[in-house]
C-alpha cells in the first residue's frame, strides 16, 4: 500500500480559509503536515474569523497567520511567525486570488490591478519570501486557472494573471531545480466554490456543456492535485501545470 505521509513536514496555504485553500489545508494536514493558514485582514474581519476556525477545527498543527500577499513586508512578517511556530518551511500553496469580472470595455483600471496585484503579484511577493527560507526539497505549488488558457469573456484580468502565474511558475521551476525544490501550478476548471458560485449561473450552464465529464469539480478534487504535488511521488515533476477540469481542456 502506498500511503502519502507529511509528518514533520510545515505547509503554507495563502487564502486559506475558505474555498480551494481552505480544502487544500484541510488534505495536506490529514496527511500529516503542520499548517499555516494565511489570511488577508478585510475591513468586516470575515477572513480572520474563517481563518482561526479552520485552525481550530483542525488543532495543534495549525494556525491562522495574517499576511496581504499583495505587500511584501507583510508576507515577510508572515513567515516570521510561522517560522517562530514551527521548526521548518517545507510546502508554500499562493492560493489567495480575487475575482473582479467586467467586460474589457468596461472594465476600469482599478478593477485590473487589483486582480493583477493580488493574483499574480502577490505570487511573486510569496515565493521571493518563501525562496530563502523552504528546505532544500521543498514544494511550491501555484495556483492557475483554466481561464489562463482559454482566455474567459469577462476575465481579461484574471485570465492575464492566471497566465502569468504559468510562466512563473515554468521560470522559477528552473531556477529552484538546483536545490531539488519543485515548483508546480494546478489548473482548475470551474469548482462551486464560493468563488465559482458568484459566476453567473447562465454562463455556468455553457461552461458545464464544454466538459466531457458533465459536471463541476469539488475542492477535494483539486486539493488531491495539490497533496500529490507536495508529496515524494512527484519528486520528479517541476514546472508543470496540472490540469483538473473534467476533461474540459488537458
Known amino acids: 500500500m502506498i500511503s502519502i505521509d507529511l509528518s514533520g513536514k ?4 495563502t487564502g486559506g480559509g475558505q474555498g480551494l485553500g481552505q480544502s487544500t489545508a484541510r488534505m495536506l494536514h490529514r496527511a500529516g503536515a ?3 493558514i494565511g489570511y488577508f485582514a478585510d475591513a468586516e474581519g470575515l477572513n480572520q474569523q474563517r481563518a482561526h476556525a479552520t485552525a481550530k477545527e483542525m488543532g495543534e498543527r495549525a494556525i491562522a497567520v495574517e499576511g496581504d500577499v499583495r505587500r511584501r513586508p507583510s508576507i515577510a512578517a508572515m513567515f516570521e511567525s510561522i517560522e517562530s511556530r514551527f521548526e521548518s518551511i ?3 500553496i499562493n492560493n489567495a486570488a480575487i475575482l473582479r ?3 474589457f470595455k468596461k472594465m476600469d483600471d482599478a478593477e485590473w490591478q487589483a486582480v493583477i496585484d493580488t493574483n ?3 505570487v511573486y511577493n510569496v515565493c521571493k519570501e518563501a525562496g530563502p527560507r523552504l528546505v532544500d526539497g521543498g514544494r ?9 488558457f482559454l482566455g474567459i469573456f469577462g476575465q481579461a484580468n484574471y485570465s492575464a494573471a492566471k497566465a502569468g502565474v504559468v510562466g512563473l511558475t515554468k521560470a522559477l521551476s528552473k531556477e529552484f531545480a538546483r536545490r531539488e525544490i519543485t515548483v508546480n501550478a494546478v489548473a482548475p476548471g470551474v469548482v462551486l466554490t464560493e468563488m465559482g458560485k458568484s459566476i453567473p449561473e447562465e454562463s455556468r450552464n455553457e461552461m458545464l456543456k464544454q466538459i ?3 459536471r463541476f469539480g469539488t475542492p477535494d478534487e483539486v486539493a488531491a492535485a495539490i497533496l500529490f504535488l507536495c ?3 512527484a519528486s520528479y515533476i517541476t514546472g508543470h501545470t496540472m490540469h483538473v477540469n473534467g476533461g474540459w481542456l488537458g
Do not use: E, H, K
Not at 510545515?10 to 496555504?13: F, G, W
Not at 511550491?140 to 489562463?148: C, T
Open 10 to 13: 510545515t505547509a503554507v496555504v
Open 34 to 36: 503542520n499548517v499555516a
Open 90 to 92: 517545507d510546502i508554500v
Open 101 to 103: 469580472d467586467r467586460s
Open 120 to 122: 499574480l503579484t502577490g
Open 140 to 148: 511550491i505549488v501555484n495556483m492557475a486557472s483554466i481561464s489562463g
Open 212 to 214: 466531457p465529464m458533465g
Open 231 to 233: 508529496s515524494p511521488l
